[in-house]
């Protein structure tokens, strides 16, 4: 399967754009050979998921043991966490969720499953009947949402669900370009802006201080303006000796005067039991009553014993992160792989960059322009499913049809070696299909 | 503590309505001396919390053990249930509470922790994007809702929430009065009407086959009206040989040429866990696709966790009905406690009323006209907490200020005799005030 890789010696050096047409055309021919062979393989392989394997979900099994009929189920306040009560959580959740999201407790609320249904629950909020007391979003009418791209594309899909107009803001490795959301905020329509700070969706990048700072201190026209930061990689490292960090962005708006910008979500989703997990948000003492006033209505409580579980089986902020440096080491090798594929596969051909991320879910790759679907089609075709193309950009339209997300972490190993040498064809073949047709 | 029920003895049998002016002062020194031994006692006592005691709770502990680290944690198809996906539940779940609301499983979608949330996102859905493609209600504006009374405070107060009016329909042993609802129901603003239909939340009444029949033949002016049938207490049964039977409203509105007319809401929160169970809605497959438009926005899907541990507990529904009839068990001699007690003390007097059910959470009790305020007033002097009078009504207005809600289930039949005491003297002190000034 790797006798290809000899043929390929000879250009492998050579940049594609400064290639012969009839260098191009050999190439072509080479490609499409090794196209067909893998092919013929009849491949099933999927990078498409940002999920966590079955490996990484054998780490959390002993939680499955750690509420026993014979145990003592009241929270430490001595609510009984079998009945119904306690609206915001259980103290002791709120503590471990509050050092996981580096906040005060006390601006902490714990939810449900998701931090995904957190968010939708918010919007449905703001649009429905308003932020602290402000006049509804859809009563407004016509308001803009700001979304770093290529970002997640269920941010997106709940904001074009409840019919608010997406403006896409390009990132960088620093995080969204501030000059541009700085400038869109000065427009009162605009409401809000999607950020994954840390570990970006898809690109693994985490805003830099700088950024962080200018989020904190921005002032937009729109009183109900706010920030949802989506904290969903907060303690998703690979590395242990290389993490990003990321400054604490309710500290940051305090300092900067501007105490209720943000809302803050996270869950442990891909710490525990993804859709099992518990999820919550954090922000400034006003916001959280404001999210209450529609709780009130919406729940007794949330899931008390799932809250007890969790904090009895991961204790504390060290009980967290022992456990994510065993994620860690199911996943570094799986990124490992992918990113070597790329380099040895693509590297100096200037048909596409991708990212090394030191956290996350994911490694995006931007291919030529006008590539990326035809890429991730072929990819299909040789029975390697990648994420749609588009799908990280607002309505699924990314405007240069290059951003590829690729999701390493629920095939094994071997299968994504297998996966992203399919890859690496497919991004030739149609690189070269483009350039020929220039 | 017993031996003011000598004193009275003489006037048990006289309507305090028949008594001149001079029994009534004579009964009141009575009654008010009786008052201020019980206020004496500093009782603290609670009959206002629909909730399960603590031995209720201790029947659903093996559940705590029922998903172990060692056991298979992948649902009937196979899906790791410890695992993102499967939007609308395991089947084995969707086939539990399909039998629990006697409908098909294809009929049926599994969601979180309460069927609370469930219905605040329909109403929240139904006000935002409307009803299977037609107009958002709150864009319609102007919107209304039936309200049988006394009913469930939670479902007033998320209709208040989301600024729908309410419109009182009188319940009777049968159900709400239906020459009104199909009255109001030519009004196109008129969008919806809660019910409780088995056991009612307050007074446990069952809606009669002719009732049910009529709900389903309802022509309502709104395409988009639906009935909220919140069948919280479908199984819950004080007794094995004298149980409700309630007409199946899905199968009712088929028959009547009307499937999409209903929104069946259920959940185990007073079978297993409260907070920690799993709710479902039962609907038209018309109905559920428009369900899944926002849930496929708002969630990856539901603690799948749950659903299982649900499963491998109760099994089928035979492991649920046999546990209920533990509740049952637990349930019964408080409930009739409380009525023995007011048998006893308030029979013939003409005071008061109350409902005798078969099931449920709750008895309703109904004073004379403008004394519930004054009674629960009275009873939390003495140190017994009520529900707050007029809860039951839309905007906690109770028109003729009656209705008192009494929930046995939390406290122990010892508290129980004894908060029914000090309620059956309340009662007594304020009609007797009442009548003497009249």
Redesign the interface.
């Known amino acids: 399967m790797l006798a290809y890789l000899q043929h390929e010696e000879d250009m492998i050096m050579k940049k594609y754009s400064e290639m012969s047409r009839e260098e191009l055309l050999t190439l072509k021919e080479e490609l499409e050979k090794q196209f067909a062979e893998i092919k013929a393989q009849g491949l099933s392989l999927d990078m498409s ?1 940002g ?2 394997s ?1 490996d990484q ?1 054998n780490l ?6 750690v ?3 014979t ?1 003592d ?1 009241r929270c430490e306040t001595g609510v ?6 306690v609206l915001d959580g259980i103290p002791e959740a709120k503590r471990l969720l509050g050092e996981m999201s580096e906040v005060d407790p006390d601006k902490i609320i714990i939810y ?3 931090s ?2 957190v968010m ?2 918010t919007l ?1 909020r703001c ?3 308003g932020v602290m007391g402000m006049e509804a979003w ?1 009563k407004q009418g016509g308001i803009k949402f700001l979304c770093p791209v290529p970002g997640y594309d ?1 941010h997106f ?2 904001t074009e ?2 019919g608010i107009e997406m403006i896409n803001i390009p990132m960088s490795e620093d995080g969204p370009d501030m000059d541009m959301v700085e400038e869109y905020v000065k427009d009162p329509k605009v409401k809000g802006i999607w950020c994954v700070p840390k570990y970006s969706n898809p690109q693994g990048y985490t805003y830099s201080d700088a950024t962080v700072k200018r989020f904190a201190a921005l002032k937009p026209a729109a009183k109900d303006f706010r920030i949802f930061w989506d904290n969903a990689y907060s303690i998703h490292h690979l590395y242990d000796d290389n993490q990003d960090f990321l400054l604490e962005i309710l500290d940051e708006c305090e300092k900067a005067g501007n105490p209720d910008l943000v809302y803050k979500f996270t869950s442990t ?1 891909k710490v525990s ?4 997990g518990i999820a919550a948000v954090a922000a400034s003492k006003a916001n959280l009553e404001d999210f209450k006033t ?1 709780m ?11 809250q007890l579980r969790h904090v009895r089986f991961f204790k504390d902020l060290n009980g967290l992160h022992e456990h994510m440096r065993k994620h860690a080491e199911i996943l570094r090798p799986k990124f490992e792989m992918v990113l070597n594929v790329l380099d040895q596969e693509l590297s100096g051909l200037g048909i596409g960059e991708w990212t090394k991320p030191h956290g996350g879910y994911f490694i995006a790759f931007d291919s030529l322009e006008g590539c990326a679907k035809a890429i991730v089609a072929k990819a299909k075709e040789a029975g390697v499913v990648m994420t749609g193309a588009g799908a990280t950009y607002p309505y699924g339209k990314d405007p240069k049809d290059s951003n590829i997300r690729i999701a390493p972490s629920f095939p094994t190993v071997e299968d994504l070696a297998a996966a992203a040498k399919v890859f690496v064809v497919c991004v030739k073949l149609v690189s070269v299909e483009k350039l020929l047709a220039e």
Not at 296 to 306: A, E, R, S, W
């Open positions: 998921r999920k966590p079955i979900l959390s099994m002993g939680m499955m043991d509420l026993k009929s145990d189920l009984d966490c079998r009945n119904y009560g449900g499953n998701s995904l249904n939708f629950d449905a649009m429905g009947t859809a269920r899909k709940m669900y409840f989703s039991f993804p859709g099992s529609s009130v209505c919406q729940t007794i409580g949330h899931d008390k014993l799932n």
